[in-house]
C-alpha cells in the first residue's frame, strides 16, 4: 500500500505506516525544522511544504495510488478549547478542506484523520457534522473515535478523535478499524481499575479522582457514517463497550 502523509510533523504517523510495510511515498509540512526531521528520518518520501499547493495529479506523479491512504492530522489551532475557537471558519483548522480536495482529486481508497476532542462541540458540534459530511459526500464511509494515548503504551494522557474513511464502504469497515481489540481490552481493565481505587478512598470531586474518565471508558462509542450528505439517508451504527 501507497501512503501521503498531511501536516506530517516529524513523522508520527509517517512512522507508524512505515513500520507496517507501507510505502510512504510524500510527505508534506510547511515547517521548515519540522521538514529537515522528515529529511533525515524518512528520505525515502517526498517533502512538499504548503498543502495549499499540492495537488492530487502531483501525488499520483510521486507514486501514489487510488488504493492507497492518506493521513494526517490537520491543524487543531482553531478547535481547541483552549483557543478562540473559530472552528472550521479559522484560518488553520479550516485547512480540513485542503484534505477534502487531495482525497476528490487522488480517489483515495483510505485515510485517517486526528484532531483534538475540540472538535466535538466546536461551533455547538456543527463543524463535526460538517466534516463527516463533506467526506459522506465524497463516496467515503466513515467512523469517529475519541482514543486516549495513556491505554496504549503511552506514560501520557492525550485523548484525540480519529476519523477513518474508506472509499465506497458503508462505514462498518472503518468501525472495525477503530474497534482496535487488544488496546480495548487495556483501555476497559484500566477502567475497571479506577473504580476499584476510587471505592477505597473518600474523594472531593470528580476531577480528582479522575470520574469524569470512567464514564467516557465505560461507553466508548464509534459512530459510522454514509449515504451522503448527514440527512436521512445517512445511516449511524453505534457500538458500545460492554462489560
Not at 493521513?71 to 478562540?84: E, M, R, T
Not at 469524569?212 to 449511524?236: M, N, Y
Request: aromatic fraction near 10%; charged fraction near 25%; hydrophobic fraction near 40%.
Amino acid at each position: 500500500m501507497k501512503a501521503v502523509s498531511l501536516f506530517a510533523g516529524v513523522g508520527g504517523f509517517d512512522l507508524a505506516l512505515e513500520r507496517k510495510g507501507v510505502k510512504v511515498v510524500a510527505s508534506v509540512e510547511i515547517d521548515k525544522h519540522a521538514r529537515q526531521v522528515l529529511t533525515k528520518q524518512f528520505p525515502n518520501s517526498t517533502i512538499l511544504e504548503d498543502v495549499k499547493n499540492v495537488t492530487g495529479q502531483q501525488l499520483l506523479d510521486l507514486g501514489f495510488e487510488s488504493s492507497g491512504i492518506i493521513v494526517g492530522g490537520f491543524p487543531c489551532q482553531d478547535l481547541s478549547v483552549a483557543g478562540k475557537r473559530k472552528g472550521l471558519a479559522g484560518e488553520r483548522s479550516g485547512l480540513f478542506f485542503e484534505v477534502v480536495r487531495l482525497l476528490d482529486e487522488t480517489k483515495a481508497r483510505w485515510f485517517i484523520l486526528k484532531n483534538v476532542p475540540g472538535l466535538l462541540s466546536s461551533n455547538g458540534g456543527r463543524d463535526l457534522g460538517i466534516i463527516l459530511g463533506a467526506l459522506a459526500e465524497l463516496g467515503y464511509g466513515v467512523a469517529y473515535r475519541v482514543l486516549d494515548a495513556q491505554y496504549f503504551g503511552v506514560p501520557q494522557r492525550r485523548r484525540r478523535i480519529f476519523i477513518v474513511g474508506c472509499l465506497g464502504d458503508d462505514g462498518r469497515t472503518p468501525a472495525q478499524v477503530l474497534s482496535i481489540s487488544e488496546g480495548r481490552a487495556r483501555y476497559l481493565e484500566t477502567s475497571r481499575q479506577k473504580r476499584k481505587d476510587s471505592a477505597k478512598g473518600s474523594p472531593r470531586s470528580f476531577r480528582e479522582t479522575g470520574f469524569a474518565d470512567f464514564v467516557e471508558d465505560d461507553v466508548s462509542r464509534t459512530l459510522t457514517v454514509s449515504g451522503g450528505a448527514l440527512g436521512g439517508a445517512a445511516k449511524h451504527y453505534w457500538y458500545f463497550n460492554r462489560e
